[in-house]
């Protein structure tokens, strides 16, 4: 394909998704009173829970301005069409890229495909479930006894909700970045097992940041499944690894084996070069693997 072929096949793609947007944005209008009860039933939960433990806090919510009553609602759709047609999303997304995949590619990404959904909506649920209790701590500090007004802002409070569980799915997909990282040779399992302790003290770091709370429980809810996705991956990338290894190709070399943009053979055919040449030239043998050197043969 040419490049204008190109573009116009992303402009195709672009079209079908924003049409599915927009038709998704529609339909969860009509449906707009039930996903409004379902974001704000984490601060209902924390507002029965300030009522119990702090009965001198005034809570009500409030909208700001003539327009922001509809914008919030459009934004509410919004958000909902968006993860009620990421399939279509990400299908489209697909099938834009996979004719420039080879067979063995396309099956490593559905396979990092199929990962990286669950465990991103898995984080997205955690961090759902943990902010009732974030909102009750950090309303809580809340000064005076009775005097203060405690406004709640929706829109802003709907912007925090989002942040903070997206943050949360962030941070369960570092297993998949981690994979992803070692499977096409920029890591080795070596390298992350000398950087585990860094990797370990940073996801506790990231769950103390990420969590609105400031009790150590949530910041372990957090950080100990980051810590263990992690450990996971590590051990799959030592047994890719030694599977590669087993096959004459040195770990965390893009370049080695076939691996990087040096072995493709559209890239070689237009510089002129002998690709299958080079690619026996550089095979490592047994004594590279081992870490012996070569005797000159002169």
Known sequence: MTLWEHLRELRYRLVIIAAATIIGTIVAYIFNAQIFDVLMRPYQIARTNLEATHPHLHLQTVVEGVTNPFTL?????FVAALVATSPITLYQIWAFIVPGLLAKEKKWA???LS??????????ALGYYLIPKGISVLIGFTPGNGDIENLLDLTNFLNFLIRVMLVFGAGFLVPVFVLGLNFIGIVSAKQLAKARSFVIFGCFVFGAVA????????M???????TVLYLAAEVIAHIHDRALIRQGIQ???MNRGGRGVESDKALAA???RDLEAEQAANKPTLADLLGLDKKDDA
């Open 110 to 112: 559905l396979i990092f």
């Open 73 to 77: 609602i459009l934004k509410t759709c």
């Open 115 to 124: 990962a990286a959904v669950p465990l991103f909506l898995s984080g997205v």
């Open 270 to 272: 237009l510089e002129g």
């Open 211 to 218: 969590t609105p709370q400031t009790d150590p429980v949530s």
């Open 220 to 226: 372990l809810m957090l950080a100990v499944p980051m």
């Open 251 to 253: 770990p965390g070399f």
